[in-house]
């Protein structure tokens, strides 16, 4: 049985971003038994960056194969057709907000011509919420969900979407954003615009060419500029060591004899009209040197793609710099989740694809709670909280949740949170760690709160719910340093959660951290820190 | 109309803001006039590396030239821009107090701009300072504001200007250097040598199959071979041909043609059926080679910006010296625009106007100036020390902004000389007008400057003949501001619906336009002045492939009209 999409109906989800982490979502929704699912990226084809990635090492722990960058994104994007999500390339979401804010309902003029879809043989949410009474509904104010307006070549559509994933990725810092003094030549540019040019577009780039930067994507850029003729004269970074995996630096170091110039900065670039060169300093000595090169690459110094996130007024993790997310990867605004590489920049596809899925099964158990609460509640529903249908129940309806992120929600903050309502706990990271994700947990309160500051909680605190366990059941964490060994410790109001096995931290390399501690976590209690432990010899301990 | 005589009327010498408004006023005339510019495309120079503010002149010495022309200027720009669609925005500006001595001046600063004629200034105390810029850091005193105080768009301005001209009649040669000037016999005819030519093409990134460098450009309808090969002039120093602001497209020389804007179906086309370019040697020379050529012309109009006082030598002047002063900027990203809402400007020193914060007419929020003599004309670098110094006064302005992205830094360089004034005199025996020493106020002076220098010159007995027809219409530029609707919000049709710079949401539409306008850009840095394309957070990590495949593409189809 196929049918035909109705073009004016609201689409279930809206994921923006026809990346790793919104191609993966939009699979598992459709597996998941969603109805309507659009995926819209801005770019003029779907699949990301791996899109102009063209080493291999993708799909390894998501598709558990090993290939290139293109054949991963295609074979990404030819899932979700065969998953039945649409489509929707050089497609631009030019804004986000709330329904019953927006007042909108998508124009069905903008819309007939739409790009009808045929729908596999699925059950779908539609079969519980019919179309017709879903409209209905949406005709009472305020509308649950979120107006996004869409723009490309069909003109401006606005489409009402009862759940929304932002997976928009991550970019590099540009030369400007690092601050790097200097000339303003051409032949500088970013692993992005490197790859374009040189995949997308066949440009030749003859001549020396210099990488800042010695994590994972630096050797993939000076792979990438060999293709293009350039000869790397090094990879500089200002760590005191490279950052990539041994195996990856050693192949293409005999590959392409690519040094790596330690403890060293691009104190200037020169150059007027196009680069002669770039000063060089080395940050122990303080000698500076000038190196003769035609490219210029900065890479890695990711953030987050979070523009979208932030007009939406999305609560901002200061540490990420994308949307605060809790470990359902649900964003500050109800039916708004978001996953991949804006949550944590950067890691690899196949984490951002699994990320993705992650997030898909919380959305579908978010909409599933939201087709059982009737259109009359639909005002309630705006502040309910996510909750994936296969746990257990929550026993009221009562499902405001409560921000526990500042300090001076510490004291006194039991007979705030009745039973049955959940809490919603900040995870700070002190230095050198420099952000974690997810950043947010959310705890129910269950009928007898345990005083913060106790190790009593440890004994009565519930187990770890399954349906709050984030991506892969852990965090993951950066470092600005390199330590080893090292132990992550968890903390809440001064009480140790939990310590780490001892684990290398290496900067630009994730850290993960299990998330079994989240059952000592006390939903009444402060927001979680997590720190890198003193080392044994000086606590004593 | 003499447009085809070998002899023009006027020469302007540069092409910058100053001289493309002279162009503009001049070409209201029925006048011969050629535009001569050394960069590949119009206002590269001071005109688009500023503060990109719309002075009122509040603050000018009282009783200089400098001050009668702001004010003139500026009120004359307000209303250009507006019919032009250059986007300007009314923020106002608030002189901000920080000590108990810049708060004791501030009585002294209102009085002099009473003097300059400007009334509208208020004292804010702190109270309602904050009260309007909430954002503001502690410390604050009070406050003068200027109402009239606007941001404007730096780019789209000279290329108003130039449009207009070129549109009128104008000659405009670009990538053209004067290099002498030599009086005929009779003494009534200027004959200004130039080189001409690409520089250097790029070529670090060309994509295979696109067309090599066929040789120099080729002068198009070259008829009057006069005079001999001249060697360099004092402005050839090596390496000095170099423009410093013209930042070349990959692959922007390789299409010989492109000098003054080829395919832009142009009646008016610079050398066309004029210009007496002469290719030395083979026409298939190196295209490094940089062509040499000659042109004469009755009057000559110096506004050559930081190399006004070597083409003031070439006329015998030496009244004055252009130091270089550099002013580095910095950028920060669209989503600190809500952290202001007025030009914030310290309390001026003797020396500069200090370090303010401003928002721009593209959505962002600017910090700037430093202020440091340079000895090269051409030394637009940033600096470590000037960028940090920077950071420092903008986090004590705006706290906020040290949690916002940097989008761009960049540094111009001011025309100054060793006088507090404009240095603009007419010399009617010579036929020779001065327009130097603008400092950094030309961008709102410009208009008061060109109506100024333009009357000075009928005095010294250049005719102004009405036009045939009347003046041309002002042009209606792409409106590249955000205070008002941006092509993408209306897709007027499918391809302003093509978001290609994400960052600034620019459409393959406007790139579009701005490669068929009547000034195409000749690189894509020329593009991103028109468009704004490649402008944005992320600074081409997105879309720079693209839009160098779109200038690219669309040179080589000869730019379809």
Redesign the interface.
């Known amino acids: 049985v196929s049918r035909i999409w109705d073009p004016a109906a609201p689409v279930d989800v809206l994921i923006v971003g026809g990346g790793p982490a919104g191609l993966a979502a939009a699979t598992e929704l459709r597996r998941l038994g969603v109805g309507k699912v659009l995926v819209t990226d801005r770019e003029a084809e779907l699949g990301g960056i791996p899109r102009h990635s063209w080493h291999t090492g993708y799909g390894i722990r998501d598709l558990h194969r090993c290939m290139t960058g293109p054949a991963y994104a295609r074979r990404l994007v030819e899932s979700v057709r065969k998953a039945g999500a649409e489509l929707r390339a050089a497609t631009t979401v030019t804004s986000l907000e709330p329904a019953s804010a927006s007042g909108h309902l998508p124009s069905a003029e903008h819309l007939a011509s739409a790009e009808h879809v045929p729908m596999g043989e699925r059950v779908t949410l539609g079969e519980h919420m019919p179309s017709s009474e879903h409209l209905r509904a949406s005709e009472h104010a305020p509308l649950d969900g979120h107006v996004a307006e869409l723009t490309s070549a069909r003109g401006r559509e606005r489409v009402l979407a009862r759940a929304v994933l932002i997976a928009t990725g991550c970019r590099e810092r540009p030369r400007s954003a690092r601050l790097i003094p200097g000339d303003r030549p051409t032949g500088v540019m970013t692993t992005g615009e490197l790859q374009q040019r040189v995949y997308l577009n066949g440009e030749r780039l003859p001549g020396r060419a210099v990488v800042v930067g010695a994590e994972h994507v630096g050797f993939s850029a000076a792979v990438t500029l060999a293709h293009a003729g350039a000869e790397v004269v090094a990879l500089v970074t200002e760590q005191p060591r490279h950052q990539s995996y041994a195996a990856f630096r050693i192949g293409a170091a005999i590959r392409w004899h690519l040094p790596v110039w330690t403890s060293a900065v691009v104190s200037r670039i020169t150059g007027r009209g196009k680069l002669d060169g770039v000063e060089i300093t080395d940050t122990r000595s303080g000698v500076a040197r000038f190196v003769e090169c035609g490219t210029l690459v900065f890479t890695a110094d990711w953030i987050p793609d979070h523009e979208l996130a932030r007009a939406a007024g999305l609560d901002i993790d200061p540490g990420t710099r994308g949307p605060a997310v809790d470990t359902t990867l649900r964003t500050s605004a109800p039916g708004i989740f978001a996953a991949g590489n804006v949550i944590h920049a950067a890691e690899t596809a196949d984490i951002a694809a699994l990320s993705g899925r992650h997030a898909a099964t919380h959305i579908a158990a978010y909409l599933a709670d939201q087709a059982s609460s009737s259109p009359a509640s639909s005002a309630a529903t705006a502040h309910a909280a996510t909750r994936p249908a296969h746990t257990r129940p929550i026993a009221t309806t009562d499902t405001r949740s409560v921000q526990a992120d500042e300090p001076t929600d510490i004291t006194g903050p039991a007979e705030t949170r009745p039973a049955g309502t959940d809490a919603t706990l900040a995870i700070h990271t002190e230095a050198p760690l420099s952000w974690i994700s997810p950043n947010l947990i959310r705890l129910p309160v269950t009928s007898t709160t345990t005083p913060s500051g106790t190790d009593s909680a440890l004994d009565t605190a519930p187990p770890s719910p399954p349906d709050i366990a984030p991506p892969l059941g852990r965090f993951t964490l950066r470092s600005n340093e390199f330590r080893t060994p090292a132990r992550l410790e968890v903390r809440q109001d001064g009480r140790r959660l939990a310590v780490s096995r001892p684990m290398r931290l290496i900067p630009g390399r994730p850290v993960h951290l299990h998330a079994r501690w989240l059952a000592n976590a006390d939903p009444t209690g402060g927001p979680i820190r997590v720190s890198v432990a003193a080392s044994r010899s000086r606590t004593g301990a | 109309m003499n447009r085809m005589a070998d002899v023009a009327d006027v020469a302007i010498v540069g092409a910058g803001v100053v001289g493309t408004a002279i162009a503009r006023t001049l070409a209201r005339y029925s006048l011969d006039c050629v535009l001569i510019e050394s960069a590949s495309d119009v206002g590269t120079g001071t005109s688009k590396a500023n503060t990109a503010i719309l002075h009122t002149g509040f603050d000018a010495k009282p009783g200089t030239l400098e001050s009668t022309l702001l004010a003139r200027g500026s009120a004359l720009l307000r209303d250009y821009a507006s019919a032009a669609g250059i986007p300007v925005e009314r923020t106002g500006a608030l002189l901000v107090a920080w000590t108990a001595e810049q708060l004791t001046a501030l009585p002294a600063i209102a009085a002099n701009a009473a003097r300059n004629g400007y009334q509208a200034i208020r004292p804010v105390p702190a109270e309602a300072l904050y009260e309007r810029e909430p954002r503001l850091g502690p410390g604050a005193l009070g406050a003068l504001e200027i109402p009239g105080e606007s941001i404007i768009c730096p780019w789209t301005t000279p290329l108003a200007f130039a449009t207009e001209a070129v549109t009128a009649g104008i000659r405009l040669l670009l990538n053209t250097k004067v290099t002498g000037a030599t009086a005929d016999a009779g003494g009534e005819v200027h004959e200004l040598t130039f080189t001409t030519g690409p ?2 093409p ?1 070529g ?5 199959g696109m067309p090599q460098a066929q040789g120099p450009p080729q002068a198009q309808g070259s008829s009057h071979a006069t005079g001999p090969l001249m060697t360099p002039g004092p402005l050839q120093a090596p390496g000095s041909a ?3 602001g ?5 692959g922007s020389a390789e299409d010989p043609g492109s000098l003054q804007g080829q395919g832009s179906a142009q009646e008016q086309s610079p050398a066309q059926a004029w210009g007496s370019l002469q290719v030395p040697g083979s026409a298939q020379a190196q295209d490094s080679a940089r062509t040499r050529g000659s042109l004469r012309a009755r009057w000559v109009i110096n506004a050559a910006g930081l190399g006004s006082d070597s083409v003031d030598a070439m006329f015998g002047g030496d009244g004055f010296s252009i130091r270089p002063r550099r002013g580095e900027l910095i ?1 920060f990203d ?2 600190a625009r809500p952290l202001l809402r007025s030009i914030l400007l310290p309390v001026p020193t003797a020396r500069t106007k200090g370090v303010l914060v401003a928002p721009t007419v593209y959505g962002n929020v600017l910090l700037g100036p430093t202020a440091e003599d340079v000895d090269d004309p ?1 030394d ?5 020390t ?3 110094s920077l ?1 420092a006064a903008g986090h004590r302005i705006l706290p906020d902004l040290a949690d916002e ?6 540094a111009g360089l001011r025309a100054a000389t060793e006088h507090p004034d404009y240095q603009i005199y007419v010399d009617a025996k010579r036929r020779y007008a001065c327009v130097a020493g603008i400092r950094s106020t030309g961008l709102s002076a410009s208009l008061g400057i060109a109506e100024y220098v333009v009357g000075e010159l009928a005095e010294a007995g250049l005719r102004l003949p009405p036009r045939p027809g009347g003046p041309v219409p002002i042009p209606e530029m792409p409106y590249i501001g955000e205070a008002g609707p941006r092509p ?2 209306r ?1 007027a049709s ?2 302003y ?3 290609v710079c ?2 600034e ?1 620019v459409t393959r539409g406007e790139i579009a336009d701005a490669m068929t306008s009547v000034l195409p850009p000749t690189d894509v840095n020329g593009v991103r002045r028109r468009s704004r394309a490649m402008n944005g ?6 879309c ?3 839009v ?2 779109l200038f690219r593409e669309s040179q080589a189809n000869g730019i379809p009209s």
Do not use: N
């Open positions: 520089e250097q790029p670090s990134l060309r994509a295979p170099e423009d410093p013209s930042l070349q497209a990959p950028v669209k989503l051409g637009v670098s940033t600096t470590a000037g960028l940090s950071l992205e940097v989008t761009a830094t960049y993408y919000q897709v499918p391809q619906g093509e978001i994400h960052c949401r957070r992320c600074q081409g990590f997105y720079a492939a693209a160098s495949r």
